[in-house]
């Protein structure tokens, strides 16, 4: 009798830190991913704001350092106390002109843990798509296509992190 008390005593402590270990939360790399279809993930660090006015305005790094991707697979966002809020289409010329159209897509955010988001952003996972977007928003290899994930933190203004859409070849 007292065996089988020693030996469900040592299996209970054996869920107990199996389940211990299955509840941790995963810790993430701080920062803003893409994930292009079949690459690594890619750090985007450059980023924008948009003024009052609506015209885009870069807070850190160039347009230039944005990595240029076909499809997008998802976006984790894991940096804390931010939040990604929108994603959003438009061309070079929101750099300059207030009234560039700037089109909102829809995106669905799943929490991964205390503060790491998985993004997905539907409409650029497909090239066909994407390119249908770009055409009606008149992007060339003058004006480029950019889509920007934008997250937003509490008292901060939003930081909108941009990714090149349109081929860096002519």
């Known amino acids: 009798m007292n065996q089988w008390r020693c030996g ?12 211990a270990v299955h509840g941790q939360t995963v810790k993430y790399m701080d920062g803003v991913f893409v994930s292009p ?10 980023y924008a704001e948009a003024t009052p006015r609506g015209i885009l305005q870069m807070l850190r790094g160039s347009l230039e350092d944005a990595p240029y991707v076909d499809e997008v697979t998802s976006v984790l966002v894991s ?16 750099f300059r002109d207030e009234l560039t159209e700037k089109r909102q897509l829809p995106i669905s955010a799943r929490q991964l ?3 790491a988001f998985r993004v997905r ?3 650029l996972e497909r090239r066909d798509r994407i390119d249908a977007l770009l055409k009606s928003l ?3 290899y003058d ?12 008292g901060r203004a939003a930081q909108w992190f941009a990714l090149r859409l349109t081929s ?3």
């Open 37 to 46: 279809r079949d690459r690594t993930p890619i750090a985007l660090t450059a």
């Open 79 to 94: 940096l804390p106390n931010w939040r990604p809020v929108a994603a959003f289409i438009t061309t070079k010329a929101a």
């Open 143 to 154: 004006n480029p296509g950019y889509a920007f994930v934008v997250i937003k933190s509490e």
């Open 168 to 170: 860096l070849e002519p």
């Open 138 to 140: 008149r992007a060339s």
């Open 113 to 115: 843990n205390i503060y």
């Open 8 to 19: 469900g005593a040592v299996l209970g402590v054996c869920l107990a830190a199996t389940m």
């Open 121 to 123: 952003i539907p409409e």
